[in-house]
């Protein structure tokens, strides 16, 4: 039993196939999949594929590569959408100042909003830091992040900082990365409490090691699973176990 923690079903490059995608995840026993939101209207199809879809859950937000477009209506719109069931998170949000796609004074006041947001609904937040973790970590302390948590997705991050956001009650996600022979993300998931780390795929994005260059999809989270199992050790069903029940607890999923 796995669960995916961060993918993208609403993307383009599943339009011809999505179901079958999903199926394809059940069949590898990924039992679960948050479906993350990054603007307004993605947030509204990832629900309406949560609401179709069994195991699938969804999150709502605005990823920082679109926020130079959020119109107030954004974040008129949001609580709304937080207040189902089936969204279980706030995000995808943060930082970005590898991109730089929009001013990043923008970037920090709309993180900042959905830090107060995931306060106000009690709600994780899903956060994506690429090129300003510190900065990310900054800002969650300041903002009281900590009194919802959440997840700091594909963490890039170093030792040092993964320590501190696990401080600021925060889980650490890793996917493809672990598996390619440049990244530094195995040897710090290999360092982070067993109790934090959740895994996910980021699909289409950032396809593991065999399907690496390819297509991601949700079903290849096993091949993450199996890659720290086999670096760590250990049997792959310990893995499984404890990430998902990670996952359970940090989305606040129904199961076991």
């Known amino acids: 039993m796995l669960v995916d923690t961060h993918a993208h079903l609403n993307s383009p ?18 039992t679960r999949i948050v479906n993350v939101g990054t603007t307004l209207e993605v947030s509204r199809r990832a629900l309406a594929l949560a609401l179709a879809q069994e195991g699938v ?20 719109a949001l609580p709304g959408l937080l207040l189902h069931e089936k969204v279980v998170g706030v995000g995808e949000t943060g930082l970005d100042f590898f991109r730089d796609y929009a001013p990043r004074e923008v970037q920090e006041r709309v ?20 090129g300003a973790e510190a900065r ?33 009650n925060f889980y650490l996600g890793f996917g493809g990365t672990v598996t390619f022979k440049k990244s530094s993300s195995l040897s710090v998931a290999l360092q982070v409490p067993p109790d934090r780390l959740v895994l996910e795929t980021d699909c289409p994005y950032l396809a593991p090691v065999p399907h690496r260059g390819r297509r991601n999809e949700p079903a290849y ?8 199992a086999q ?19 940090l ?6």
């Open 221 to 228: 989270v096993r091949c993450v699973a199996q890659h720290l």
């Open 13 to 30: 490059q599943f339009s011809k196939d999505r179901d079958g995608v999903i199926q394809n995840a059940r069949k590898a026993g990924v």
């Open 57 to 76: 859950y969804a999150t709502a937000g605005v990823h920082p590569h679109d926020v130079a477009q959020v119109e107030e209506r954004s974040f008129t």
């Open 251 to 256: 989305f606040r999923l129904p199961g076991r």
């Open 136 to 168: 990310v970590l900054d800002l969650l302390e300041v903002e009281r992040a900590d009194e919802v948590g959440g997840v700091l997705h594909c963490f890039g991050g170093d030792l040092e900082q993964a320590k501190r956001g696990v401080g600021l």
């Open 111 to 130: 993180f900042r909003r959905h830090i107060r947001l995931a306060r106000e609904t009690g709600l994780p937040l899903v956060v994506h830091s690429r």
């Open 231 to 249: 670096e760590e050790g250990v049997p792959m069903e310990r893995v499984s176990e404890r990430t998902t029940q990670n996952a359970l607890r």
